[in-house]
């Protein structure tokens, strides 16, 4: 992403106040699942949008990653910006049978 989008390594990568992280390409990270550890929320848990992001990995992806991914895709020719990017909403969200 920093070489292909020319985005900071902070952008994603955060400290635990939430303040961006100052990186180089070689310097070792955490993946996101190491700290937003929590994959799957309790149905009916009811959680400020911050606490969720912090808690759960997928609300910290979503904060994250959504919106670039749907400019992407609404920029490759989908109106709702739902796919072509490298994750699509399918990839997480499967069809429920």
């Known amino acids: 992403h920093v070489e292909?989008?020319?985005i900071a390594c902070g952008d994603c990568h955060h400290d635990d106040k939430g303040k961006p992280l100052?990186?180089?390409y070689d310097d070792?990270?955490?993946?996101?699942?190491?700290?937003?550890?929590?994959?799957?929320k309790p149905?009916?848990?009811?959680?400020?949008?911050?606490?969720?992001?912090?808690?759960?990995?997928?609300?910290a992806l979503h904060?994250?990653?959504?919106?670039?991914h749907k400019a992407y895709n609404k920029e490759k020719g989908d109106p709702k910006g739902k796919k072509p990017?490298?994750?699509?909403?399918?990839?997480?969200?499967?069809?429920k049978k």
Do not use: M, R, W
């Open 85 to 95: 990017a490298p994750s699509s909403c399918k990839s997480c969200h499967p069809k």
């Open 22 to 24: 100052e990186l180089t």
């Open 4 to 6: 292909k989008y020319a």
């Open 43 to 59: 149905k009916g848990e009811k959680l400020p949008k911050k606490e969720k992001i912090a808690k759960y990995h997928f609300e």
């Open 63 to 68: 904060a994250n990653c959504i919106g670039c």
């Open 28 to 40: 070792p990270v955490q993946d996101c699942i190491d700290c937003h550890k929590e994959t799957k």
